[in-house]
């Protein structure tokens, strides 16, 4: 056959929300505009690298807050993209449901929605491959669909594509799309491209040499999606598949812990902060510091005159102060004060406790030192 391109990509969440993960509004803004780019990027890659295919693999925008912008823009891009067929297999966030843009707007021709929540097969001749795939028609699919993948015809090269967790993956149990490995092998797929989990990874597939892959986010939404985040460009001829990862993100969500033990004064946390490896501070660096250690009486950590103080360094900062005092709990416990005896009773419940609870008491410890030393309490 001759060799074919594509390029998979899954879960952008165009027009998705930030209210609640703690980003003022205002960058909530910039985000969605720096998805819209990474999306944009991706189907100029596209062009760039004259892909025969792309494939969406669900959760392309979220369905309840998608704005009619937003589809123009879609439409926009999918046209200039006229050469290439796109597919797009609808998942938990944007089912093909009704009053979906997918079902109410005109697409281009180029562009393939899987509507049924069974696998349908499209044939491209002149590629030399058939794509198969289903798409969610409501926020949930429970039923595991991939049992009923039929072997297909191995009379070319087939790629399947669906929004789908893998069971046998980190997460578990899921009520979207649920599939193992086993499902997909013995049925003649070269490829499978998968959205929902928000990690690349290719899913490990012992049966057969079909290559199993989730795309991951193009454009990391918070500090638990830190790091270059991309799509997967794979390529197809006799020999089989082969695939790579490229980025597209822009904004890096960086969280640095800083050990806080050996500083006496504000500037040392601030030094410690600005002069950290693996950080470059621009306008568009997206800080979390977490401040842990054992903290001299003597450093009054202010956060807000810290803030203050990176305030141009970068686009967002937040504080995650995770310091306890340098306090010597066993020699207040030797005091023949009420502080003492406190420490004294307070020692004896931490030591018959454990996990979540121990934390508690050691917090409870320090605040009652603190009280009882006629410091300022600062709840942690
Ligand atoms: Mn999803």
């Known amino acids: 056959m001759r060799p074919v391109r594509f390029i998979h990509t899954s879960d952008i969440h165009l027009d998705t929300s930030f209210s609640g993960s703690g980003i003022p509004s205002r960058l909530g803004d910039r985000k969605r505009e720096a998805i819209r780019a990474a999306f944009r990027g991706i189907l100029e890659d596209a062009r760039r690298c004259e892909a025969g295919l792309v ?13 009619p912008d937003t589809c123009e ?25 009704k009053g979906s843009p997918y079902r109410e707007e005109a697409w281009p021709d180029n562009v393939h929605i899987f509507d049924a929540e069974e696998f349908r097969s499209v044939e491209l001749p002149e590629l030399g491959v058939r794509v198969t795939g289903f798409g969610f028609l409501h926020n949930f699919l429970e039923e595991r669909l991939f049992l009923k993948l039929p072997v297909l015809p191995d009379d070319g090269c087939n790629i399947v594509m669906a929004h789908a967790s893998d069971l046998g993956g980190p997460m578990g149990k899921s009520k979207h799309g649920p599939f193992t490995a086993a499902d997909i092998a013995g049925k003649n797929v070269q490829y499978c491209a998968l959205g929902h989990y928000h990690e690349q990874r290719r899913v490990e597939n012992p049966g057969d040499g079909a290559q199993i892959w989730y795309s991951g986010i193009p454009e990391g939404r918070g500090w638990d999606e830190a790091g270059p985040r991309g799509y997967l460009v794979g390529e197809i001829d006799d020999g089989g598949v082969r695939v790579e990862g490229r980025v597209s993100s822009r904004f890096d969500w960086n969280t640095l812990e800083i050990a806080c033990d050996d500083f006496s004064t504000r500037e040392q946390v601030l030094d410690a902060v600005t002069q950290h490896r693996g950080v470059e501070y621009d306008a568009e660096t997206l800080l979390r510091v977490r401040l842990v250690g054992a903290l001299d009486p003597k450093l009054d950590l202010s956060l807000q005159e810290l803030g203050e103080r990176l ?20 020699e207040v416990a030797g005091e023949k004060t009420l502080r003492g005896r406190f420490v004294r009773l307070m020692n004896e419940r931490i030591a018959s406790s454990d996990g979540r609870e121990r934390e508690t008491l050691e917090r409870a410890r320090l605040y009652g030192v603190d009280a009882l030393s006629g410091r300022e309490v600062r709840l942690r």
Do not use: Y
Not at 55 to 67: H, K, M, N, P, Q
């Open 311 to 330: 305030a141009d360094e970068c686009l967002l900062l937040q504080w995650d102060d995770a310091t306890h005092p340098a306090i010597d709990f066993d």
């Open 73 to 97: 823009f879609l439409k926009q891009q999918f046209e200039k993209a006229a050469g290439i067929r796109i597919f797009i297999a609808p998942g938990n966030h944007d089912p093909f449901a």
């Open 55 to 67: 494939l969406i693999a669900g959760d392309l925008f979220e369905s309840d807050r998608v704005t």
